[in-house]
């Protein structure tokens, strides 16, 4: 049995049709949730589903009991809604607040019970408001606020918690610290929230329900929906999706426009693999360098960005030794750069050819990128790989570790590299 079933439903404001055919279910204690551009009818969708506006057609069914059916005593303790914000204009402290949570249960002229009271404790400790109790709620911070009207959500016993862009208006880590409150009731309760930020939305989400002029886009878990083609359909952006490297679950980074409109001055060659460029790849993209890399397997992540940025890469057949004509078409490409960046990838017989290419280059910088102080490549060379690179620092490349102090390594008008004085623009190390 479904806790919430929604079942084709319109809703309009007058003439104006806000939502069409919407259709979704929601699975008991998962968290789903609702993305979309302004405008795209998110917030009359909660509003539907709490019965605050009615459907023109369709059905929404709360536990296979149609929506129009409960009484309002019985709606508030199947349903909690908790808004962006809310004006209080009485100065109620923050039990007061919690307790109204309580008000479905309790008779109209009777007064809270010892189990209320309990209750109401609880809720308060789950969201970590108790040591505000007895605090005006405009004493308080808007994230406490917004904790507090968790805590009377939670005080209702709802089997179904609808947030509409609860954490929208507060800093980071206040979004987070909500967040992992929501993400801690799950199991008992089925939340359903309003989204504005898509990564927090990939990261805390069972399933996603995208919204495009007045429907359904997309629907399903966070990596089947947010993809570059449904960002740019829905949001008209042209985004980088990736898997994150910690949680696998989508994140998106925008990608710009910046070097299409300046065509920058400086090309940067990054021999990369094994995901180890990709996040170097973006940053030099956005910045506007002219950025080629290779030579990597089609399979490769950093192949894969490079292929979402159109980035031009030395491609080679996965698990492939470099042939004479990728070693080729990468002299080419080493040839045509400014500079060379190598990031502390693996390296094995099959892809050594990428840094024995530098073995005796000259006439240009090389950085050797380590995301982390004092990383070193993985070498599956039998020890070539690492002592080419040893010997390429001893001949003045610069190793660096931070993807911001490269890029500005590589924007600095005069740069120099251990072992080499200033360098005038243009000229380059012997």
């Given at each position: 049995?479904?806790?919430?079933?929604v079942?084709?439903?319109?809703?309009?404001?007058?003439?104006?049709?806000?939502?069409?055919?919407?259709?979704?279910?929601?699975?008991?204690?998962e968290?789903?949730?609702i993305?979309?551009?302004?405008?795209?009818g998110k917030?009359?969708?909660?509003?539907?589903?709490s019965?605050?506006?009615?459907?023109?057609s369709?059905?929404?069914?709360?536990?296979?009991?149609?929506?129009?059916?409960?009484g309002f005593?019985?709606?508030?303790?199947?349903?909690?809604v908790?808004?962006?914000?809310?004006?209080?204009?009485?100065?109620?402290?923050?039990?007061?607040?919690?307790?109204?949570?309580?008000?479905?249960?309790?008779?109209?002229?009777?007064?809270?019970?010892?189990?209320d009271?309990?209750?109401?404790?609880?809720?308060m400790?789950?969201?970590?408001?108790t040591?505000?109790?007895?605090s005006?709620?405009?004493?308080?911070?808007?994230?406490?606020?917004?904790?507090?009207?968790?805590?009377?959500?939670?005080?209702?016993?709802?089997?179904?918690?609808?947030?509409?862009?609860a954490?929208?208006?507060?800093?980071?880590?206040?979004?987070i610290?909500?967040?992992n409150?929501?993400?801690?009731?799950?199991g008992?309760?089925?939340?359903?929230?309003?989204?504005?930020?898509?990564?927090?939305a990939?990261?805390?989400?069972?399933?996603?329900?995208?919204?495009?002029?007045?429907?359904?886009?997309?629907?399903?878990?966070?990596?089947?929906?947010?993809?570059?083609e449904?960002?740019?359909?829905?949001?008209?952006?042209?985004?980088?999706?990736?898997?994150?490297?910690l949680?696998?679950?989508?994140?998106?980074?925008?990608?710009?426009?910046?070097?299409?409109?300046?065509?920058?001055?400086?090309?940067?060659?990054v021999?990369?693999?094994?995901?180890?460029?990709?996040?170097?790849?973006?940053?030099?993209?956005?910045e506007?360098f002219?950025?080629?890399?290779?030579?990597?397997?089609?399979?490769?992540t950093?192949?894969?960005?490079?292929?979402a940025l159109?980035?031009?890469?030395v491609?080679?057949?996965?698990?492939?030794a470099?042939?004479?004509?990728?070693r080729?078409?990468?002299?080419?490409?080493?040839?045509?750069?400014?500079?060379?960046?190598?990031?502390?990838?693996?390296?094995?017989?099959?892809?050594?050819?990428n840094?024995?290419?530098?073995?005796?280059?000259t006439?240009?910088p090389?950085i050797i990128f380590?995301?982390?102080s004092?990383?070193?490549?993985?070498?599956h060379?039998g020890?070539?790989?690492t002592?080419?690179?040893?010997n390429l620092?001893?001949?003045?490349a610069e190793r660096?570790?931070?993807?911001?102090?490269?890029?500005?390594?590589?924007?600095?008008?005069?740069?120099?590299?251990?072992?080499?004085?200033?360098?005038?623009?243009?000229e380059?190390?012997q």
């Amino acid at each position: 049995m479904k806790p919430v079933n929604v079942i084709d439903i319109d809703v309009s404001y007058g003439a104006k049709k806000i939502l069409e055919a919407i259709s979704f279910y929601a699975d008991r204690g998962e968290i789903l949730g609702i993305i979309g551009p302004n405008g795209s009818g998110k917030t009359t969708l909660l509003k539907a589903m709490s019965r605050i506006v009615a459907p023109d057609s369709g059905e929404v069914r709360l536990s296979e009991k149609e929506l129009g059916t409960f009484g309002f005593r019985d709606l508030a303790q199947q349903v909690a809604v908790v808004p962006q914000d809310i004006s209080i204009n009485f100065a109620y402290t923050v039990r007061e607040i919690v307790m109204m949570g309580r008000h479905p249960y309790i008779g109209r002229f009777a007064s809270e019970t010892s189990g209320d009271l309990e209750i109401c404790d609880r809720a308060m400790r789950l969201a970590n408001v108790t040591h505000l109790a007895d605090s005006s709620v405009h004493e308080i911070s808007g994230g406490e606020r917004q904790r507090v009207l968790i805590a009377r959500a939670l005080a209702q016993e709802p089997k179904i918690l609808l947030l509409d862009e609860a954490t929208s208006n507060l800093d980071i880590s206040h979004q987070i610290e909500i967040l992992n409150l929501i993400k801690g009731l799950t199991g008992t309760i089925t939340v359903l929230s309003v989204f504005h930020d898509l990564n927090l939305a990939a990261y805390y989400c069972d399933r996603l329900i995208m919204l495009k002029d007045r429907k359904i886009y997309a629907a399903g878990p966070p990596g089947d929906v947010l993809t570059r083609e449904t960002l740019n359909a829905v949001y008209g952006i042209d985004a980088l999706v990736k898997p994150h490297p910690l949680t696998g679950k989508p994140y998106i980074l925008p990608t710009y426009e910046y070097a299409a409109k300046h065509q920058p001055e400086r090309g940067v060659h990054v021999i990369c693999g094994g995901g180890t460029g990709s996040d170097l790849l973006y940053a030099l993209h956005r910045e506007g360098f002219r950025v080629s890399t290779g030579v990597l397997a089609v399979f490769d992540t950093d192949h894969a960005t490079a292929m979402a940025l159109n980035i031009p890469c030395v491609t080679e057949a996965p698990f492939s030794a470099i042939s004479p004509e990728a070693r080729e078409e990468l002299g080419r490409c080493i040839d045509a750069a400014d500079a060379v960046v190598v990031t502390a990838m693996p390296i094995g017989k099959g892809n050594i050819d990428n840094i024995r290419m530098l073995k005796h280059l000259t006439g240009k910088p090389i950085i050797i990128f380590s995301e982390k102080s004092g990383n070193r490549i993985e070498d599956h060379s039998g020890g070539e790989a690492t002592e080419i690179l040893g010997n390429l620092e001893e001949a003045g490349a610069e190793r660096v570790d931070d993807i911001t102090a490269l890029v500005n390594l590589l924007k600095r008008p005069h740069r120099g590299f251990q072992g080499d004085g200033p360098l005038r623009d243009g000229e380059r190390p012997q």
